[in-house]
């Protein structure tokens, strides 16, 4: 058999999911987004040439090879070792605000010692799931009226919530478990008025989307096929946004109305007022 003839033969569901292992280690380290992993994944698994297979992962390294040395300030960040993830310095971000709007933090960003937000009729999500630290202990100052803020964690992050809440919360829920050895420690506190402050504990996107793929595996290998579980993988993410998106506007719509009813009765009460005054006049005279 010729060279020429080697693209033209099937591949198996082995060479798959060899192709497929090699796409889940590049969005691990960044070398794709989430976008870009979910369409390759689809065309691996739609393949039936090794032809087709080969353009998937050619600009990837391969398995067991090193990639060229980087001349980067920091090294990638290692997801399973903290000491990597600690890197000291100013943070790249200190603070967020959001007025009757929202902010985020998300993705690869430097968590300063001190993070201050504001939230005033809209809310925040902060993120730490994929950030390196300044330090092993950063504090999220956080200040919410008649708004929300989202802190979400990683697993193995030692939380500590120490914020005052008048007429709303902050979620203790996270605080009290054991942080793992050389991970930092995450002190939530601040101000609360008719709001709330949340955390949350959740894995990496790419820790997710990897049990995702192996669930997908083994339905694979029960005889579903790759465009049904694509189909479902898409359906199951546009619900959770839809259901994001409403809980978001039934919180906006609910902080309407109680502001509408603020000035109601704060009109009541001046109405009330000026009617008083009007009599002790009419009095008077």
């Not at 390294?61 to 990638?76: E, F, I, T």
């Not at 992050?157 to 919360?169: F, H, S, Y």
Request: proline letters at 6%.
């Amino acid at each position: 058999m010729t060279d020429d003839a080697v693209p033209e033969l099937r591949a198996s569901d082995a060479d798959r999911e060899r192709v497929a292992e090699v796409l889940r280690d590049a969005v691990a380290e960044g070398r794709l987004d989430m976008e870009e992993f979910e369409e390759r994944l689809e065309a691996t698994y739609k393949a039936r040439t090794y032809a087709e297979l080969t353009p998937i992962t050619r600009d990837l390294p391969a398995p067991g090879v090193a990639p060229p040395p980087v001349n980067m300030v920091k090294d990638p960040v290692d997801s399973g070792s903290w000491a990597g993830r600690i890197v000291g310095g100013e943070g790249s971000s200190t603070g967020g605000v959001a007025i009757m709007s929202a902010f985020q933090r998300k993705g690869r960003w430097t968590v300063p010692k001190r993070f201050t937000c504001f939230a005033f009729w809209g809310g925040g999500e902060i993120d730490l799931r994929e950030a390196t630290f300044a330090d092993r202990e950063v504090e999220i100052n956080c200040v919410a009226i008649m708004g929300g803020v989202q802190v979400i964690v990683p697993p193995g992050v030692e939380v500590v919530v120490r914020g005052l809440g008048i007429m709303g919360g902050f979620d203790h829920s996270q605080e009290g478990v054991p942080g793992e050895p050389g991970a930092p420690r995450v002190i939530v506190k601040g101000f609360a008025f008719w709001g709330g402050v949340g955390v949350e504990r959740k894995l990496p996107r790419a820790e997710r989307q990897r049990l995702k793929e192996e669930r997908r595996r083994q339905k694979l290998e029960g005889g579903s096929s790759p465009r049904e579980l694509h189909g479902s993988h898409r359906d199951a993410l546009s619900g959770l946004h839809d259901a994001h998106r409403e809980a978001m506007d039934e919180h906006r719509e609910a902080l309407r109305r109680r502001h509408e009813e603020r000035q109601e009765r704060h009109e009541e009460r001046r109405e009330r007022h000026r009617e008083r005054r009007e009599r002790r006049h009419r009095d008077w005279d």
